[in-house]
């Protein structure tokens, strides 16, 4: 077994319980190369903001699970080579089973999510319950799920949504002990959060999707108070990148996201925790492609995968300061 504690990272409960206190939210963002990797950590130290690395289940298998615990160990000490030590946390992303969050927290995880929101409501509690346990020997956070966000993100397929119930949030919380709740007020997985019909236009003529129920989010902060939210779904689609992509070939359509005034509005409340996964593959995908369509003999992969590297940390430097209040927060 290995302890996060040796790589140098960090769990999420100091984190979270700064994070209300000052108003804002940890970045969590996904990861599954070193690109990606290079350019949070770059990113998250020029901005000096803690940072939560998610991996998925489908990014553990894409990696391989021996090299990302070397890579978080590294991550750490990159952040110092560039000249700030910033809080670090790895955290498995919507897991699934108990054995997977075991295997994850036995690997040098600081954090875990064990995801039951698909299950019916007392086998989600006995479930979370069972993986809360086991961290909770090895001082791994655990973030549980209630309401069910539509949406494709890797493994996680869901097409309708369910709100989460403030009737149940006292209750799942108190019988399963877990560290933070990940609730569904209108958020969704993947670049196609809503569709046009669910949206108005604005002068501009782009589409603006439905406010987020920050009623059931403040009725959940009045059942629980001070307790640690965490929101799903959380990508704003940046239609600059969306753009890009069909410009030089690609087919996205109806890609909506969630607007980032509302994402500043949710992260000063108990909300300190925001996962953002397909911005930072727009970012990537629209940089390599127009690097590609206008150096169409390059075949260097360096040449396209590190100005991809650039623009994804531009926008994760963006996110800290301007969306998501933690720059300096480290």
Do not use: W
């Amino acid at each position: 077994m290995v302890s996060y504690k040796e790589l140098g990272l960090v769990n999420s409960k100091e984190l979270f319980k700064k994070a209300i206190e000052g108003k804002y939210a940890i970045p969590a963002y996904n990861f599954n190369n070193m690109e990606q990797l290079q350019a949070i950590i770059s990113a998250c130290v020029e901005t000096k903001s803690p940072v939560i690395l998610q991996v998925s289940s489908g990014a553990r298998k894409y990696a391989n699970q021996t090299l990302l615990r070397y890579m978080a160990q590294g991550a750490v000490q990159y952040a110092k080579e560039l000249g700030y030590e910033i809080p670090i946390v790895l955290h498995l992303d919507h897991g699934d089973s108990f054995e997977l969050c075991k295997d994850c927290i036995d690997n040098g995880f600081s954090s875990v999510m064990i995801d039951g929101s698909q299950l019916p409501y007392e086998e989600n509690v006995a479930l979370t319950k069972k993986v809360v346990d086991y961290a909770h020997q090895h001082d791994v956070t655990v973030e549980g799920e209630l309401g069910i966000l539509a949406g494709i993100e890797d493994d996680v397929v869901a097409e309708h949504h369910t709100y989460t119930q403030p009737d149940e949030v006292v209750d799942f919380v108190t019988r399963t002990g877990v560290d933070s709740l990940a609730i569904s007020i209108g958020t969704s997985h993947g670049a196609n959060k809503f569709t046009p019909e669910q949206c108005t236009r604005d002068e501009d003529g782009r589409l603006v999707p439905p406010p987020l129920r920050f009623d059931i989010l403040e009725e959940i902060e009045k059942r629980i108070p001070g307790f640690p939210i965490v929101l799903h779904g959380s990508s704003s689609v940046p239609q600059e990148y969306v753009d890009t992509i069909n410009k030089y070939g690609g087919a996205l359509k109806d890609s909506i996201g969630i607007p980032e005034e509302q994402l500043r509005h949710a992260a000063e409340s108990a909300v300190c925790k925001v996962n953002i996964d397909s911005d930072g593959r727009l970012a990537m995908t629209a940089k390599i492609r127009e690097v590609m369509a206008n150096k169409p003999a390059e075949f260097d992969p360096r040449k396209y995968l590190g100005p991809a590297r650039e623009e994804l940390k531009k926008l994760y430097m963006h996110k800290t300061k301007n969306v998501l209040g933690s720059a300096g927060k480290a």
